[in-house]
């Protein structure tokens, strides 16, 4: 079992930045995944952005070019560098985490397959 605790949410006028960080309560391994990803109200979560074990990663469309995500030499603290935010980053972010082994599950970034999650931070985005 991982727990995740993310913080670094806030409100912020638009093309501002904010740093968002998720620490897992234990190490990982070889095949562990960590994400991000977003909800508003009415809509189904989103992936931001997934980085495996091996550190590769990828970006949801929206986000690529505006947000990067790294991680501690300990790799148990994600963080989301967000840039250039815009009103349609505000959402409420959550961390998410499994083991995917050697399958594609992290690069798919679908929500329903991570089985563990952060309890979520607000980003506001104010035009």
């Known amino acids: 079992s991982v727990e995740l605790m993310e913080s670094g949410g806030g409100s912020v006028q638009a093309g501002g930045s904010l740093v968002l960080s998720c620490k897992a309560s234990?190490?990982?391994?070889?095949?562990?995944?960590m994400a991000w990803f977003r909800q508003i109200p009415g809509k189904e979560r989103e992936g931001v952005v997934a980085?495996?074990?091996?550190?590769?990663?990828r970006y949801a469309a929206s986000v690529k070019g505006r947000f990067t995500v790294s991680r501690d030499s300990a790799k148990t603290t994600l963080y989301l560098h967000m840039n250039n935010l815009k009103p349609d980053d505000t959402a409420v972010y959550y961390c998410?985490?499994?083991?995917?082994?050697?399958?594609?599950?992290?690069?798919?970034?679908?929500?329903?397959?991570?089985?563990?999650w952060g309890q979520g931070t607000q980003v506001t985005v104010a035009s």
């Open positions: 998410a985490a499994d083991d995917f082994g050697d399958s594609d599950y992290c690069r798919e970034m679908n929500s329903v397959d991570f089985g563990y």
């Open positions: 234990r190490s990982t391994g070889s095949g562990f995944c």
């Open positions: 980085m495996n074990d091996d550190g590769s990663n």
